[in-house]
């Protein structure tokens, strides 16, 4: 019987038709709802059945299912939206034939795993990414072990292939199939030079194969003086990777393409290359290289032909191309060609070929130490129909979703209401404009041009240039401060608009490549952390988004400046929500980093030097608080509530919750019982110096989190009553005690428009201490307060020019919503804590 039937979106916006397009998309389920994946069904708009396979990504504390994993494949119209429904049953039911002929058949051996998609089936060579070995398509053979290959060229002209050292199938259903290779780039004389992971993606019936190629440099920079230019020793630098495929024993074939989706389809030998954006300010100085030179030839895209000649040229590419025979067709295309440029899409009568890093840009690539990049190509394989129709809709693919009455309502976003139950006001008006109007925050990548296959996807951190008269664009990254990510996808779910989920995942993707430090080679406390954003008031210079330059400790005559990878810019729970929503193991892999980070950042190092290294540096902070006299010097670390212990509880609350890690948990605890107690002498901690101590703010958020986990486990425990009562014993010293944070504009370095939206901080916690508390007096006290500070809030952000900066926007994305969503009748259970 089926006790949840969920209605499931399928909106086609491109005026594509699709025929059996692969989708994955991931669905959250409430608590006690789905104990097994067979209780999970799909149909379409006309009530038949839907062949689909259900992952579990997630569960809930009761073992049941948190996110689904929905794998299936769809045909749709032109610019037609068709609801379809995802039911729930009380019990396992029977696999339904459904609408696939078709399944997916794959068998791993020795050398090679075989994976039949019933269109067409691939021979994948477990010890060199090629990544096709053998591609069989009807009953003849495509593409041979000779045929294909992968190579990355060094700087002195050698080659090296992707030698694998693991290869796995990652995941293995009736619908869809991962395979996962992993290992290392290696010439002909053993030396080896930069990792990979690459993943191949396969739908039962579809003849698309989906393949992610990760490229990175595990070294450690070697960032002297914790600067982190580019130039380092720790780089790696090469000058060409690239994908070739080429078909076997074939007569010349059709070669036809084109370099954007809605352009003329032409035929003949093409190289479209993209060397730069397009853009109005294509040669920003975003894209200085070690030299300080802009290294970008011309604006946009030209196609070559053979002999180098220009056949055509344009802005902003976004092509496919494919090789036609009778009845075989074998196509690729790359996902957000020209926004990742330089890239290049080549195709001969008798081979294609993908530069992910090509050959014909004029400089060297430089990966820095522990930065990686990950590319997507679709490649398509079939025997009728349109090869590039089939391309071309993969580039836009449908948007699949549920209402945002279900994701608000799952019990997952805590404290979110669907946008269309929220009053309409100015908090909402701020937030919209990342979206709507002409200052959005796809805008804003105009500005300084923030693409490239490093850029694409940060935000442009425009506060800081807000004094800047210069007459080239200031540069400066924003690197998912106060968790950007978290934040738009918060704003997607409740009003699914694909604008929100498009800035998300292109954020979340650079966060994971870029953002995060991919090595084990460095400092316990820096190994796969995330990097600051750029230094505030500085221009990025030539540190691309690793903070700090010599060239602007230099220009300031510092003789102390520099830094690394720090837990006071901790932010988890986006990544690990977008993992979720789409699936994204890149995403999960760089979470998963950022959670071994936190713990052996709080557990501390190994060895007795590095441990006394780091007493030496608790007695300087010791001193330099007793020095101060009760006056803060200093932000607290992991000694007292701030920032990092905040960001680092969070984080340690989402490595719980990914994977059930007990020893999180156990953290967890240690750091609130180190950083807070419902005994402390508050007024002795100085938390009324804003530029100090405004961080408790993000530990008491933290904390509420904490709790909602203890409620979810059913732990009420000595822990989980230390923590309510911390946190109320701070809410009466704030009621009394804080105010907006501009009515004392003389204590603070620059106030402005931020200042007055961290105060919605102030909102969120004292609509949660209403709820603990079990006095109705504190509670009416509490209610009014979180009245006040968000009324007080809104009229401080709007009362400045500078209201739709970058950072201003992502606190509201993150903390406005919450006082709308609290529905003071109800209990509390109905409005969950919020990630950090």
């Known amino acids: 019987m089926q006790k949840i039937r969920i209605p499931l979106y399928l909106s086609e916006h491109s005026g594509i038709v699709r025929r059996n397009e692969p989708v994955t998309v991931g669905l959250p389920m409430p608590v006690g709802a789905v104990h097994n994946p067979r209780q999970v069904s799909l149909s379409d708009s006309n009530g038949m059945p839907v062949t689909v396979q259900v992952d579990i990504a997630a569960r809930w504390p009761d073992a049941s299912a948190q996110w689904v994993h929905l794998s299936f494949c769809a045909d749709s119209a032109a610019c037609a939206v068709a609801q379809w429904w995802v039911a729930v049953s009380d019990q396992e039911i029977e696999p339904i034939g459904g609408s696939l002929s078709a399944k997916l058949h794959i068998e791993k051996r020795l050398d090679l795993i075989s994976v039949d998609t019933g269109c067409v089936k691939v021979y994948i060579d477990t010890r060199y990414l090629l990544p096709f070995s053998q591609v069989i ?45 992993s290992g290392y780039f290696e010439d002909n004389q053993s030396c080896r030079q930069g990792e990979f992971i690459g993943r191949l993606a396969f739908y039962a019936g579809s003849p698309l194969v989906k393949f992610d190629l990760t490229v990175r440099n595990p070294k450690p920079a070697v960032h002297p003086q914790n600067l982190w230019d580019l130039g380092d020793s720790g780089s790696l630098f090469f000058t060409d990777l690239s994908t070739t495929l080429a078909l076997k024993q ?60 220009v056949r055509e040229s344009g802005l902003r590419a976004q092509p496919a191309v494919a090789l036609c025979r009778d009845d075989m067709q074998i196509g690729a295309m790359v996902q957000d060609f020209w926004q990742n440029f330089p890239k290049s899409l080549k195709v001969s009568d008798t081979a294609l070929s993908i530069g992910f890093f090509p050959e014909r840009f004029n400089d060297v690539f430089e ?71 002409d200052d ?145 193991e890149t995403a999960k892999e760089s979470f998963l980093e950022m959670i071994s980070w936190t713990k052996n950042s709080v557990i501390g190092p190994a060895s007795y030097i590095l441990v006394a290294k780091r007493c030496i540096k608790w007695c300087i902070n010791m001193y330099k608080d007793l020095k101060g006299r009760g006056k803060a010097q200093r932000p607290y670390l992991l000694d007292g509530p701030g920032r990092a212990s905040g960001n680092t509880l969070n984080a340690l609350l989402d490595g719980y919750a990914c994977n059930g890690d007990t020893e999180c948990l156990e953290l967890a605890d240690r750091i609130i019982s180190r950083c807070i107690s419902p005994r402390d002498a508050i007024g002795k901690r100085d938390l009324l110096n804003a530029e100090m101590r405004w961080m408790y703010l993000v530990f008491l958020a933290a904390l509420i989190k904490y709790m909602h986990l203890k409620e979810l486990n059913n732990a009420f425990d000595t822990m ?48 949660y201490a209403a709820h603990y508390t079990g006095s109705a007096e504190e509670k009416k006290l509490f209610l009014e307060r979180a009245d006040f500070f968000y009324a007080s809030s809104l009229d401080d952000v709007v009362s400045f020019k500078t209201a739709r900066l970058t950072r201003p926007l992502a606190l509201l994305m993150m903390y406005g919503h919450i006082h709308q969503a609290f529905d003071r009748n109800k209990s509390i259970q109905e409005n969950k804590p919020h990630n950090e």
């Not at 009466?732 to 402005?752: A, D, G, Q």
């Open 137 to 181: 398509l009807g009953e003849q053979e495509l593409i041979g072990l000779a045929h294909s290959s992968t190579k990355m060229r060094g700087t002195a002209g050698r080659f090296f292939k992707p030698v694998i050292t693991d290869a796995r199938i990652e995941h293995g259903g009736t619908v869809r199939a991962v395979i996962a290779c």
């Open 250 to 309: 074939m007569p010349v074939s059709p070669c036809i393409w084109y370099a954007e989706p809605h352009g003329k389809r032409q035929t003949g030998y093409a190289e479209i290359y993209q060397d730069s954006s397009g853009g109005k300010n294509w040669r920003s100085p975003n894209h200085i290289n070690k030299d300080g030179v802009i290294p970008l030839s011309f604006c946009g895209y030209r196609v070559f032909d053979n002999s180098s000649n």
């Open 367 to 437: 990966l820095q130490g522990g930065e990686q990049k990950t590319h997507t190509v679709f490649f398509a394989f079939q025997q009728s129909g349109n090869v590039l129709d089939s391309l071309s809709a993969a580039s836009d693919p449908l948007h699949v979703h549920a209402p945002a009455e279900w994701y608000c309502g799952s019990g997952v976003f805590p404290c979110l209401l669907p946008y269309t139950a929220e009053p309409p006001g100015r908090c909402a008006e701020l937030v919209d404009s990342i979206v709507e109007g």
């Open 440 to 584: 959005t925050f796809f805008d804003r990548r105009e500005i300084i041009d923030e693409y490239g296959w490093r850029h694409f996807g940060e935000l442009y951190a425009d506060h800081e240039a807000v004094t800047h008269s210069g007459s080239e664009p200031f540069i400066s990254h924003y690197n998912n401060q106060y968790d950007v990510v978290c934040g738009m996808i918060k704003q997607y779910v409740r009003t699914t608009d694909r604008r929100w989920y498009e800035l998300a995942s292109s954020l979340a993707r650079h966060v994971a490549d870029i953002d995060v430090y991919h090595t084990d080679g460095d400092k316990y406390d820096y190994n796969h952390g995330l990097f600051w954003h750029t230094d505030h008031y500085t221009p990025a210079a030539t540190c691309t988004h690793r903070t700090y330059s010599l060239k602007n400790k230099t220009a300031k005559k510092l003789a102390q400046y520099g830094g690394g990878p720090s837990l006071s810019h901790n932010y988890t729970s986006g990544l690990l929500l977008y993992y979720y929503l789409t699936g994204c």
């Open 720 to 767: 989980y009553q230390y923590a309510k009562e911390s946190l109320l014993h701070y809410a009466r010293w704030m009621s009394i005690h804080e105010y907006p944070y501009l009515r004392k504009p003389e204590i603070l370095e620059y106030p402005n428009e931020t200042w007055g939206a961290q105060d919605m901080r102030k909102s969120a916690i004292f609509d």
